[in-house]
């Protein structure tokens, strides 16, 4: 067998990879219920104004780990402001078939978290949070 060095010239850069979703549907997680009736919205309507821009200033602080050398690791603690517009496109999708604007949808995942963090609710709040990260 042959040793990868010999068919790859350099490896990607942090931001070169590609971005995966998964979708927390497939894992039992309801995002549509979640961003509709767990924060009193039905579907098809739009969050009451005012809506919140988003705030990315701030990071929770993390535990030192073992894998803080690597180098996308090691940068957690740096806002990288960058937008994946592919992933935007199945966020939209989990409100009104996709029919919903970016700042509907980011208002209502900043309501429904302000809920689970009131209410200690760590299931939803973990998967709001991955929410916001997209």
């Known amino acids: 067998m042959k040793?990868?060095?010999?068919y790859v010239n350099r490896y990607p850069a942090w931001d070169e990879f590609h971005s995966a979703y998964v979708?927390?549907?497939?894992?039992?997680?309801?995002?549509?219920?979640l961003l509709t009736?767990?924060?009193g919205i039905s579907e098809g309507e739009m969050h009451p104004l005012p809506?919140?821009?988003?705030?990315?200033?701030?990071?929770?602080?993390?535990?030192e780990t073992q894998f803080d050398s690597i180098s996308g690791i090691a940068s957690r603690n740096t806002v990288q402001n960058k937008q994946?517009?592919?992933l935007?496109?199945?966020l939209l999708l989990h409100v009104n078939k996709g029919r919903v604007w970016p700042d509907d949808l980011g208002q209502r995942i900043n309501t429904a978290m302000r809920k689970a963090i009131r209410q200690q609710d760590n299931d939803?709040?973990?998967?709001?949070?991955n929410l916001a990260g997209l």
Do not use: M, N
């Open 3 to 6: 040793s990868c060095d010999e």
């Open 37 to 39: 009736t767990y924060i």
């Open 51 to 63: 809506w919140k821009p988003p705030r990315c200033d701030k990071l929770e602080t993390l535990e």
């Open 23 to 33: 979708d927390p549907e497939t894992r039992g997680i309801s995002v549509r219920e």
């Open 124 to 129: 939803h709040l973990w998967a709001l949070y």
């Open 84 to 86: 994946d517009t592919h």
């Open 88 to 90: 935007q496109a199945f």
